[in-house]
């Protein structure tokens, strides 16, 4: 079966870093996504990985590793607006989108 | 990035009656395009794919012919959430795909209440 792993949640202080990890077993592979989502709102886009390696956005940088099938979303100089659910999201061989659960990010003052 | 846009964006409705939610894309066309449904404090869970000019493809468990999609053109997909009942209330958000990389562009939900 296809599985996404990400923790539940997480909590962090801010203007620290933190350090999402996200770890995949699909049918396939054609990208991994990560998404921010704040409470009552539709997800929105934060990047793309598909070659091994980091991707550095701003505060922002993903990480992938094709051959541990593992990806992690890290998060400089933490905001309180930063506070927010981050979902991990693999394109399968099939470009179904596989969804992780989300973890919850907690941002404490 | 491309931009979906949900009509309505909040909708409350009586219990049995047929709720439409308008999905478009505002400045691409999207071949294809899903339907998610999110309940609190849950993930996203893929309900329909909506391939313009056909049948939409149903995940296991979600009834078609209770949550009817319409894929008329490039830029609409509708989802009819027909008889609606308390346990439909729900986030219902949909997606259209873009660019090379097949990225998902998501409208931004309808939230939907079945009193």
């Known amino acids: 079966g296809q599985n996404i792993d990400q923790p539940t949640e997480m909590t962090a202080t801010e203007g620290a870093i933190v350090q999402i990890n996200c770890t995949y077993q699909t049918s396939g592979f054609n990208g991994l996504f990560w998404y921010q989502q704040h409470a009552g709102e539709a997800p929105t886009f934060l990047s793309y990985n598909v070659l091994d390696g980091l991707e550095e956005k701003g505060r922002f940088s993903s990480f992938l590793s094709r051959s541990k099938g593992y990806s992690y979303l890290l998060l400089k100089e933490l905001q309180m607006k930063d506070s927010a659910s981050y979902l991990c999201?693999?394109?399968?061989?099939?470009?179904?989108?596989?969804w992780g659960a989300g973890t919850k990010l907690i941002i404490k003052p | 990035g491309a931009v979906v846009s949900q009509h309505p964006s909040r909708v409350i409705c009586k219990s049995g009656t047929s709720v439409k939610i308008e999905c478009r894309s505002l400045?691409?066309?999207?071949?294809?395009m899903f339907w998610y449904r999110q309940f609190p404090k849950q993930s996203l869970m893929l309900m329909a794919t909506s391939n313009e000019g056909s049948k939409a493809t149903y995940e296991q468990g979600v009834e078609k012919d209770k949550f009817l999609i319409n894929h008329a053109s490039l830029t609409l997909s509708t989802l009819t959430v027909t008889s609606a009942h308390p346990e439909d209330s729900s986030f219902y958000i949909c997606s259209g795909l873009a660019g090379e990389r097949n990225e998902q562009f998501f409208g931004p939900g309808t939230r939907l209440t079945v009193l």
């Open positions: 400045d691409f066309q999207a071949t294809t």
């Open positions: 999201a693999v394109l399968d061989s099939n470009y179904q989108l596989i």
